[in-house]
């Protein structure tokens, strides 16, 4: 193998788009589509990746710093001219170099390391990756001569009438002999309709030269979807939610709706977990084996053990155990965790919390900076009283404890062990072991008293 380089152009504005946000920057399934093009590159053992930027870059500098480097290209010249810019980075190194576009986020690692080893196998000096199309409007056009040999490339501009009706398009994603690339780069002009520097041109300028030039045809027209508006990113959204969703699927995952299940690409599934419709999961997430999400749920960077049940809930950077039965309609929110066996019912807020193995918080309750053990049980309506207007403060309640409904627990408050707090308690002092408290004013009943008032 060739040492390998890539060189991704993303300085183009993306002004179809109607953004404010760089058109590379735009997410799939919450990811940026470029860092999709960076995944898909890093299987085929590419030792450099150079990223080409315009003005306003520094968004995208952030998105994907530690993987690439960046050059700038201040004016878009065309897109010969953008990859001129890479060349401090990479000229006079040997080897092969991939130029993509960043924005066709669906050409998979499989398609990048075909055309890599079909380059390296032809000893070409320049490999297109193109495929045939029904419609090729837009398209630079594969000029090939009566052998079937590869010509040149002619942009839907500068295209007479045949080669308008030629239906094999360039990909917009090229390998090229790194240093022949950087050589017929210097010899590109802007004498075309468009007065660009076209990166096309290379090809008839090595093919002149005497050189290998070849194609390598990929059958997916799906794949090479190059994001301009907001149409094609629905559309590669789509696409790409069915992708990762058929993966779940062939892993032993239960979609009940195919389409209306959203499965961000680094989110992990195990076997047996059945997901009901419009449940979205993104960020870090992981569902243990066994458990059923959903219906619409979504659960973004949380951790959810085996057989835990989570149903209409939003549930957020936390970490959940096994055997839990969450919602319906629970909202749970950062840094909160939950162990096994543990019951949050409906209209249950849980903040920043940890709920140890056993508890149950059924009904109608906010549990805010709050440490329960384990066997603790709150009452419908119960509240911690966490916020005194300017400060948080923490409430403990320890293991085997009860909570009689509609319970306020001013904070900073501990409730001991194995005590029983009186259903209606106001408790602003740290209850016993073993106590109970009741904090609130006794009954009194008034003979005949309801009579008079009527
Ligand atoms: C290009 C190809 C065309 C191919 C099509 C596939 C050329 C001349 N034509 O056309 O044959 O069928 O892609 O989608 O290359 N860019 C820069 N700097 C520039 C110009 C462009 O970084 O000065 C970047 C864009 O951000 C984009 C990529 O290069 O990611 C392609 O540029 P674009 O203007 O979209 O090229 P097309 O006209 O689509
Ligand atoms: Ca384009």
């Known amino acids: 193998m060739e ?59 952030k998105a994907i710093d530690d993987e690439v480097d960046f050059v700038m290209q201040e004016e878009q010249l065309g897109t010969a001219h953008a990859v001129m810019q890479a060349e401090a980075l990479l000229e006079n190194k040997r080897g092969t170099t991939i130029v993509v576009c960043g924005d066709t986020p669906l050409i998979t690692a499989e398609t990048y390391q075909a055309i890599f080893d079909y380059h390296e196998e032809k000893g070409a000096k320049a490999t297109i990756l193109t495929t045939k199309v029904a419609n090729p409007v837009g398209y630079g056009r594969i000029i090939r001569d009566e052998t079937g040999h590869v010509e040149k490339i002619v942009e839907q501009k500068d295209a007479n009438e045949a080669e308008q009706r030629i239906n094999e398009i360039n990909t917009g994603t090229y390998c090229f002999d790194n240093e022949a690339l950087f050589a017929a780069l210097k010899q590109v002009s802007n004498d075309n309709a468009q007065e660009e520097y076209y990166l096309t041109d290379v090809i008839e300028i090595m093919k002149n030269a005497g050189e290998i030039v070849t194609a390598y045809v990929t059958e997916d027209e799906d794949e090479i979807i190059g994001i301009n508006d907001r149409v094609a990113l629905a559309t590669a959204s789509n696409l790409m939610k069915r992708r990762i969703n058929e993966i779940h699927l062939r892993n032993g995952v239960t979609l009940m709706d195919i389409d209306n299940t959203y ?27 066994s458990s059923i999400i959903g219906p619409n749920t979504e659960i973004v960077d949380c951790h959810i053990g085996n057989n835990s049940l989570i149903r209409q809930s939003v549930v957020t950077n936390s970490k959940i155990g096994s055997n839990v039965n969450i919602g319906p309609f629970a909202h749970i929110r950062p840094e909160t965790n939950i162990g096994d066996e543990v019951r949050v019912g409906n209209f249950v807020e849980v903040k920043k919390s940890t709920i140890d193995n056993r508890s149950k918080v059924s009904h109608l309750s906010y549990i805010g900076d709050a440490t ?5 049980n709150v009452g419908c309506g119960s509240i911690t009283v966490n916020y005194d207007g300017k400060n948080k403060h923490e ?27 009186a259903a209606g308690s106001t408790i602003n002092e740290d209850v016993p072991e073993d106590a109970l408290a009741i904090a609130r004013t006794p009954q009194v009943n008034k003979e005949g008293y309801a009579k008079k008032f009527k």
Request: proline fraction near 5%; hydrophobic fraction near 40%.
């Open 3 to 61: 040492n390998r380089y890539a060189v991704i152009l993303a300085a183009g504005q993306g002004t179809r788009m109607k953004s404010k946000l760089y058109k590379v920057l735009h997410p799939i399934l919450d990811r940026p589509m470029i860092q999709y093009v960076i995944e898909a590159l890093k299987p085929t053992n590419v030792e450099q990746l150079v990223t080409v930027v315009g003005h306003g870059a520094d968004e995208v500098k």
């Open 263 to 289: 499965i961000g690409p680094d989110v992990t599934i195990d076997s047996d977990v059945t997901i009901y419709p419009g449940t979205v999961l993104t960020g870090e997430t992981h569902i243990g084996a």
């Open 372 to 376: 329960l053990g384990t066997n603790v």
């Open 395 to 421: 409430t403990v309640i320890e293991d085997d404890s009860f909570i009689g409904c509609n319970t306020n627990l001013i904070a900073p408050v501990t409730v001991k062990k194995g005590s029983l707090i």
